[in-house]
Nanobody, 128 residues
Framework: QVRLVESGGGSVQAGGSLRLSCAASGYTYSTYRMGWFRQAPGKEREGVAGLNSDGSTTYADSVKGRFTISRDRAKNTLYLQMNSLKPEDTAMYYC??????????????????????WGQGTQVTVSS
């Protein structure tokens, strides 16, 4: 059973930066997609950034040029570097993953329905 644990959230002023981490434990397969999602109060959960085992990435338009997703394979940890933060980035941020046994191709996705492993979330608050 894969477990995902996020960390790195906090409070920051607009224009500031934060780096979120997501540590994956348990057996993880070679083919995967991993992503960051966020959910603000009263809003639906939305995809922020995704990364797959081929190394390709995808971003929501609202964060392009400001956020960067990356993965340290040796540490089995996913990161989200967030720069130039805005008050509208305030939300609970979740790490998610989907693994496939064996080696195959897998698409990137910012759709919550295409992930089946979720962390508990870390809060990011950006003040103006």
């Amino acid at each position: 059973q894969v477990r995902l644990v996020e960390s790195g959230g906090g409070s920051v002023q607009a224009g500031g930066s934060l780096r979120l981490s997501c540590a994956a434990s348990g057996y993880t397969y070679s083919t995967y997609r991993m992503g960051w999602f966020r959910q603000a109060p009263g809003k639906e959960r939305e995809g922020v950034a995704g990364l797959n085992s081929d190394g390709s990435t995808t971003y929501a338009d609202s964060v392009k040029g400001r956020f960067t997703i990356s993965r340290d394979r040796a540490k089995n940890t996913l990161y989200l570097q967030m720069n130039s933060l805005k008050p509208e980035d305030t939300a609970m941020y979740y790490c998610a993953a989907y693994y496939i046994r064996g080696y195959t191709t897998i698409s990137n996705s910012l759709n919550t329905n295409e992930y089946n492993r979720w962390g508990q979330g870390t809060q990011v608050t950006v003040s103006s």
